[in-house]
């Protein structure tokens, strides 16, 4: 599942994130090395899936929006591995293509919040699908905070990584759904 357009450009996307916003890392050691990973977070920017492929080595399968799979930045999100999601539906086909790709041991990266956050509260209601595929395929769920602004060439963006874990009942996914929105929230409050 791994694609040789992502393995190509994701030392140069690395090194320039790296020099121009030089983020902060905590936790990456979190993120388990093999087996099926669903890396889960708040949404502030654009920029914060480049940031997740710049500071992780493993290929992350983003999960986004439709819109991107049409016109200039089709071939892009395509050589990148990326799974399209129509956000106007209950899109069963990005389900079952996020099944298969942490089936194969990959990672996903989805922003459970379906958006980019442009509210004043500090996080927004989760979609289920975050916990929905971690569940169904006994992958490890790992959440994460971005907290700062995007600012050229200085630390002022901070990401961070939380202990991992498996989700034990598929039968309470509205509930898991909640701790993990919970275990977010709680993280971004003590960094804002």
Known sequence: MDTYFY???RPFISFLFKILFRPVVLGIENIPSSGGVVLAGNHTKWLDPIA?????????????KDELFHGITKPIVKAMGCISVNRKI?????????????EKNNVIGI???GTINRS???????????????????????????T???KL???????????PYKIKDSKTLDDENKKLMH???KNLQKNI
């Open 153 to 163: 060439f200085k630390k002022s963006i901070k990401i961070e990584f939380l202990k």
């Open 90 to 102: 209950h899109d069963k086909e990005a389900l079952s293509l996020g099944y298969k790709t942490l």
């Open 148 to 150: 700062g602004k995007y």
């Open 183 to 185: 275990i977010i929230s």
């Open 111 to 113: 922003f459970p919040e």
């Open 7 to 9: 393995k190509i450009i």
């Open 120 to 146: 004043n509260d500090i996080i927004m209601s989760f979609k289920i699908g975050a916990v929905k595929m971690a569940s169904k395929t006994n992958s490890y769920l790992v959440p994460f905070t971005i």
């Open 52 to 64: 997740l492929i710049a500071i992780n080595k493993r290929q992350v399968h983003f999960l986004c």
